[in-house]
C-alpha cells in the first residue's frame, strides 16, 4: 500500500507541476494580450482626441475644453483625462478625477517627459490593485511646436481580476485532475497489480498444497501478464514434478514399470552418459509465425514432438530440422540454431533452409508422389521423376552437412532419423562420421519386395538406410519386409536369429518399435469442459441418437471413402439407424499442392453430398463432414461422447487416432473398429478388427459396435488401456534410445 501512495502522490505531483508551468504560460499570454489591447484602444482614442483639442489650445478656451474632457470620461474603463503644459501644470482635468492625479504625481510625470524628448506617444502601467493604472500621452501640438501632453487614465484592475480568475480555474483543474488521476491510479493497480497479485498468491498456495487449483489466464492480466506467465511456469513444474514423484511412489509400490516422462529423462541421462544426440526430422518441434502483432512461437500438431522431446530435455542435445515458419529466419542465430522450447531453453534447434522449387521436389514429389503411395498399399500408383529424385538427394546432402557440422569434433555421438524423408541420410553422415552411432526410425509401412522393386532407386535407397546402425519399424512385419527386399536387391549376409544384416563389414540391426502416446489424460480430462453428444451435434442444428467419430488427414491412405460407404451401406441394410446415427468425419486437409490429394479431398465432398441428400431428413444427416485444422482440444469432446471410433487405414504404420481415442475414454466406454491393415490391430486385440475394403463387414461391424452391451465395451475398453497405458511414447523413446547405445562399433567403424 505504500508503494501505491508513493506512486500516486509521485504522479500527482508531476501532473501538478506540469499544470502550474502551464497555467502559468497561459496566464502570461492572456495579461501580454489585455493589455496590448489597451494600449492599441488608448492610441486610437488618445488620436481621436488629440484631433478634437488641439484647435482649441490657440483660442485658450478652457472651458470649451473642460466640456470636451468630461463628455469622454467614464467611458470603457476611461478613468479621466488630462492636459498637461510642457511644465507639467495641469491645464484640463476630467471633473472628479484631479484628486487622484495630485495623490499620485508621478503617473503622468515619466509620460510627459518622453512625450517631450522624443515627440512621440508613450504608454506605460503603474499602481496595483484597485489602483492600478495605465497612462497613456501624447503630444498637442501648437504650431510646430510640442505646447502640452494629454493623458488617457485606465483602470487595468479587470486584468489583474481577469489573471486571478484564471488561476483559480487552474487550481480547480488541476485539483481534479490529480483526484482523477490518483483515483484511475488507484484503481489500475489494484485491480492489474494488488488483485492480480493476491489471486496468485492465492493460486500458488493452493498449487503449493497439493490441492486442485483452476487455470490462471496470464492474458487476462495486463500488467502482470509475462510474470503471471512465469509464474504459471513455474507452478506447473512444480505441480508435475509433485505428480511425477507421487506417480513414481505408486509405480514402485506396485511394482509397476510404467515408463513417464522423468523417468524417460533419468534413463536417458545414465545411457548417454553426457554424449551429445541429434535428432534429424524433417518437420520441426517450434515454429515461429509472424502475426499483426508480433512473432508467435507455436508447436506444430505432431506425435514426433511428443515423442522425442522428452529425449532432448533430458539430454539437451540439438534437433535438426526443415525451418517452415515464415519467421523462422528472424529469430535464429547466424549459425541458424535457436534454444527451445522458448520458456525454459534445454536444447538446440537447428534449422536447415530448402528453397521452394528443391522443397517441391523433395517433399510433395518424390517423398509423397513417390515413396508415400509405394509404402502405403493403397492401390494409388507411385509417380517418380529423375528430377524429384535429384531434389530429393540434394536435401539429403544438405541436412547430412548440418549434422556434420553439429558433430564436429565430437566424438561418439548419437543421431536419431526420423522417417522416410532422409532414407540416404544414414549413409551419408555414417561415411564422414564412423564413430557416430545412427538410427533411423521409418514411421509408415515397408511393402513387400515386389512392390519395393518399383522405385528406379531402390538400390540406392536400401544402401543409404543401411549406413544406419539401428533401422527401426512399428512393426516385425516391416521388419521382414524390410530384411526381404535387402536379401532380393543387395549382395548381403543376414542372420534372421539376430535380425541383423551384415554389409561391407558393417553390422545394421533391424528391430521393430511399436510407437505410441502420451497416456495422461487426467490433467486434460479434468480441464476439458464435458459436452455431451446433444450439446456437439446441437452446434450443427442436428440430433441423433448414436454418435460415431473419424480424426484424420485428408489421405486416400486412410479409407474414409470406404468408410463412408460402409455407413451407406449400413443405412441401406438396417432401417432402424436412419435418423439416429450420425457419423463425425474431422479431416484435416492434407499436402492439398499434390493433385492426387487435391482431387481425394473433392470426392470425399463429393461422397458425403450424395449420401447426406439419400438419407438426409429435418434435423439429421448421417455424415457431418468438418473439414478443417483441429486441435487436441477440438477432438477431445468427440472423442469422449463418441458411441463407436472408426479407424479404417488401408494401410498405416501404426495409426495414433486409435490410440488417443481409447486414451480419452477414462469412462470405459465406447467402441473402437480398427483396420487389420493398421500397426495398432497388432496391440489392439480387443477393438473389432475389419479389413476395410469389405464394405459389409465393417457396415456390421458398426451395427455390433453401437449395440454393444456397456459391460462388454467396459471389459474391451479396460484391456485396451492398459495395453496404451504401458506402452506409452515414453516407452517407445526409451526402446529406441536403449538399442542405440547398445550398439558395439566394430574396427572399421572407429577408424576414421
Not at 290 to 297: D, F, L, S
Not at 494 to 514: L, S, V
Not at 562 to 572: T, V
Request: proline content about 4%; aromatic content about 10%.
Amino acid at each position: 500500500m505504500k508503494i501505491t501512495l508513493r506512486l500516486i502522490f509521485f504522479l500527482v505531483a508531476a501532473v501538478a507541476l506540469v499544470a502550474v508551468v502551464f497555467s502559468y504560460w497561459q496566464v502570461r499570454q492572456e495579461e501580454y494580450r489585455l493589455k496590448s489591447d489597451l494600449e492599441k484602444r488608448a492610441s486610437v482614442i488618445a488620436d481621436s482626441f488629440k484631433i478634437a483639442v488641439e484647435p482649441f489650445l490657440l483660442s485658450d478656451n478652457a472651458q470649451h475644453l473642460q466640456r470636451i474632457v468630461d463628455k469622454f470620461s467614464n467611458r470603457e474603463r476611461l478613468l479621466g483625462i488630462a492636459i498637461h503644459d510642457v511644465r507639467e501644470n495641469p491645464v484640463v482635468v476630467s471633473t472628479g478625477f484631479l484628486s487622484r492625479l495630485q495623490a499620485n504625481p508621478g503617473v503622468t510625470a515619466e509620460g510627459i517627459q518622453e512625450v517631450e524628448r522624443l515627440g512621440v506617444e508613450h504608454g506605460s502601467f503603474s499602481g496595483s490593485g484597485k489602483e492600478a493604472l495605465y497612462a497613456h500621452t501624447v503630444p498637442l501640438m501648437t504650431g510646430d511646436k510640442i505646447s502640452h501632453a494629454l493623458t488617457l487614465f485606465y483602470d487595468t484592475g479587470y486584468v489583474r481580476e481577469r489573471v486571478l480568475r484564471l488561476w483559480i480555474n487552474s487550481f480547480w483543474r488541476v485539483s481534479i485532475q490529480a483526484f482523477l488521476i490518483a483515483l484511475t491510479t488507484f484503481l489500475i493497480i489494484y485491480l492489474n497489480v494488488m488483485a492480480p497479485i493476491k489471486k496468485t498468491t492465492e493460486w500458488i498456495k493452493r498449487v503449493r498444497k497439493g490441492e486442485p487449483a483452476r487455470s490462471l489466464e496470464a492474458k487476462e492480466q495486463l500488467l502482470l501478464g509475462p510474470l503471471a506467465e512465469e509464474i504459471v511456469q513455474m507452478a506447473r513444474s512444480l505441480e508435475t514434478a509433485r505428480l511425477a514423484a507421487e506417480e513414481e511412489a505408486r509405480l514402485r509400490y506396485s511394482s509397476e514399470s510404467r515408463w513417464t516422462p522423468e523417468r524417460l529423462k533419468e534413463f536417458v541421462r545414465l545411457k548417454l552418459q553426457d554424449r551429445p544426440l541429434v535428432v534429424v526430422s524433417n518437420r520441426e518441434p517450434y515454429m515461429h509465425i509472424k502475426t499483426a502483432k508480433e512473432i508467435e512461437c507455436i508447436v506444430p500438431a505432431s506425435g514426433l514432438v511428443t515423442a522425442l522431446e522428452p529425449v532432448l530435455n533430458a539430454c539437451g542435445g540439438t534437433w535438426i530440422a526443415q525451418g517452415s515458419g515464415n519467421a523462422d529466419r528472424e529469430t535464429v542465430d547466424q549459425h541458424n540454431r535457436i534454444r527451445v522450447p522458448p520458456q525454459e531453453p534445454k536444447y538446440t534447434l537447428r534449422r536447415v533452409w530448402v528453397d521452394k522449387d528443391t522443397e517441391k521436389g523433395f517433399y510433395c514429389g518424390f517423398s509423397n508422389e513417390g515413396l508415400w503411395p509405394l509404402c502405403h498399399i493403397a492401390h494409388t500408383r507411385p509417380i517418380f521423376r529423375g528430377g524429384d529424385w535429384a531434389d530429393y538427394k540434394a536435401v539429403n546432402k544438405k541436412f547430412a552437412q548440418a549434422v556434420l557440422q553439429e558433430l564436429e569434433g565430437v566424438a561418439d555421438p548419437y543421431v536419431l532419423i526420423q522417417d522416410y524423408h532422409f532414407a540416404l541420410l544414414p549413409h551419408l553422415i555414417k561415411s564422414a562420421k564412423p564413430d557416430a552411432r545412427v538410427a533411423i526410425f521409418w514411421h509408415i509401412p515397408w511393402p513387400n519386395p515386389e512392390s519395393f522393386g518399383i522405385c528406379p532407386w531402390y538400390k540406392y535407397l536400401l544402401q543409404g538406410m543401411l549406413g544406419a546402425d539401428i533401422v527401426g519399424f512399428h512393426t516385425q512385419f516391416h521388419c521382414n519386409n524390410f530384411i526381404e527386399s535387402v536379401d532380393r536387391f543387395l549382395e548381403s549376409r543376414i542372420d534372421y536369429e539376430h535380425f541383423t544384416i551384415n554389409r561391407e563389414g558393417r553390422t545394421t540391426w533391424i528391430k521393430p518399435f511399436p510407437i505410441s502416446i502420451n497416456f495422461n489424460p487426467t490433467e486434460e480430462n479434468s480441464a476439458q469442459k464435458t459436452e455431451t453428444r446433444e450439446s456437439l451435434l446441437k452446434k450443427y442444428g442436428l440430433q441423433a441418437q448414436w454418435l460415431g467419430v473419424g480424426v484424420d488427414r485428408l489421405d486416400y491412405t486412410k479409407g474414409i471413402l470406404e468408410r463412408f460407404r460402409a455407413i451407406e451401406n449400413l443405412l441401406e441394410s438396417h432401417e432402424a439407424f436412419r435418423g439416429k446415427f450420425t457419423f463425425v468425419q474431422m479431416g484435416a486437409p492434407s499436402r492439398t499442392m499434390i493433385p492426387k490429394y487435391k482431387e481425394f479431398i473433392d470426392e470425399i465432398a463429393r461422397e458425403t453430398e450424395r449420401i447426406n441428400a439419400k438419407y438426409k431428413i429435418k434435423n439429421w444427416q448421417p455424415i457431418l463432414l468438418l473439414m478443417k485444422h483441429h486441435s487436441h482440444q477440438d477432438i477431445l469432446p468427440f472423442y469422449k461422447a463418441a458411441d463407436v471410433c472408426l479407424v479404417t487405414s488401408l494401410h498405416d504404420g501404426m495409426n495414433l487416432v486409435a490410440k488417443e481415442f481409447i486414451a480419452a475414454r477414462d469412462d470405459e466406454r465406447g467402441v473402437l473398429v480398427l483396420s487389420q491393415f493398421t500397426g495398432a490391430a497388432r496391440e489392439l486385440r480387443d477393438a473389432l478388427i475389419v479389413n476395410p475394403y469389405d464394405i459389409g463387414q465393417t457396415s456390421e461391424a458398426i451395427k455390433t459396435a453401437l449395440a454393444m452391451t456397456v459391460k462388454e465395451q467396459s471389459e474391451r475398453m479396460k484391456k485396451m488401456r492398459n495395453t496404451v497405458k504401458e506402452n506409452n511414447v515414453y516407452r517407445w523413446a526409451g526402446a529406441l534410445v536403449n538399442q542405440l547405445t547398445e550398439v558395439r562399433l566394430g574396427p572399421e567403424d572407429k577408424s576414421a
